[in-house]
C-alpha cells in the first residue's frame, strides 16, 4: 500500500508570494495533520483536520490555512511568505484523531524562501 | 502537551542494545507516552506508545517507571539504520497534536 504523499518535493518561492502544498493520505485514513520542521528543530504542529473540520490548530499566525476535501487529501497555504518560512512541511495521516493513533507522515515539501 | 527532557546526543555500537532516556515529571494520568524516530532526510516513523504498562513490538521496547515520571525506548540490537533522532512525546487521550522537542540524536557505530 502506498504511504502518505506529499507534493511537490522541493519549491522556491519569493517573499511575499502564496504557496499551496498537497497531502494525499494513506488510504482510509481519515485524519490529516500539517507539520513544520525548521533546520535543526524538531517538526511543530500547524494544523489538524478530521472529517474535513479542523480539530486542532498550532501557534502559528493567520497567513497559513489548510483544508480538507471529501477525499480526505489535504492542502496547506501559505500567503504572504517570509524567510522563516523556510523549512521542511511535513504531512501526517492517522485512521482518526486521538492520540492512540499513530501518525504516519510523509517525506515532506522542503519549501526556500528567498 | 506537558514537556520532556531527553540527551541531546547517545552513542552506541552496531548489534549492542541501546536504552534511550526520557524524563516527564509534569505527565498527567492522562497521557500517553510516544516514541517517535526521524532518519535522515525522511519524516518522522512511529516506534512504540504506552500508558502505565511495558510495551513490547517488533521494532523495541518502552520500560515505563512505576510512577511514570520517566521512561526508556530499549533497541535490544542496533543497527546502522537505528541511526536517527528519537522523540519522545507525552500526547493526552484526546490530543490531536504530537508536540516535538528537541530528541536524542543516536549514533550507531560498525
Known amino acids: 500500500d502506498a504511504g502518505v504523499t506529499q507534493s511537490p518535493t522541493h519549491l522556491i518561492k519569493t517573499r511575499g508570494q502564496h504557496v499551496t502544498l498537497r497531502c494525499s493520505p494513506i488510504s482510509g485514513h481519515k485524519s490529516v495533520s500539517w507539520y513544520q520542521q525548521v533546520l535543526g528543530q524538531g517538526p511543530q504542529f500547524i494544523f489538524q483536520?478530521?472529517?474535513?473540520?479542523?480539530?486542532g490548530r498550532g501557534n502559528f499566525p493567520d497567513r497559513f490555512s489548510a483544508r480538507q476535501f471529501p477525499n480526505y487529501s489535504s492542502e496547506l497555504n501559505v500567503n504572504a511568505l517570509l524567510l522563516g518560512d523556510s523549512a521542511l512541511y511535513l504531512c501526517a495521516s492517522s485512521f482518526a484523531g486521538g492520540s492512540l493513533y499513530e501518525q504516519y507522515f510523509g517525506p515532506g515539501t522542503r519549501l526556500t524562501v528567498t | 502537551d506537558a514537556k520532556t527532557t531527553q540527551p541531546n546526543s547517545m552513542e552506541s555500537n552496531e548489534e549492542e542494545p541501546v536504552h534511550l532516556p526520557c524524563n516527564h515529571s509534569?505527565?498527567?494520568?492522562?497521557?500517553?507516552i510516544h516514541w517517535y524516530r526521524q532518519l535522515p532526510s525522511q519524516g518522522p516513523e512511529y516506534v512504540i506508545h504506552?500508558?502505565?504498562s511495558n510495551v513490547n513490538n517488533r521494532m523495541a521496547s518502552l520500560a515505563i517507571a512505576e510512577d511514570r515520571k520517566s521512561s526508556t525506548l530499549i533497541l535490544h540490537r542496533a543497527t546502522l539504520r537505528d541511526a536517527a533522532v528519537y522523540y519522545c512525546?507525552?500526547?493526552?487521550?484526546?490530543?490531536?497534536?504530537?508536540?516535538f522537542g528537541e530528541g536524542t540524536q543516536l549514533t550507531v557505530n560498525p
Open positions: 483536520y478530521y472529517e474535513k473540520e479542523e480539530r
Open positions: 504506552g500508558l502505565t
Open positions: 512525546i507525552l500526547r493526552e487521550t484526546s490530543g490531536s497534536r504530537l508536540t
Open positions: 509534569t505527565i498527567s494520568g492522562t497521557d500517553y
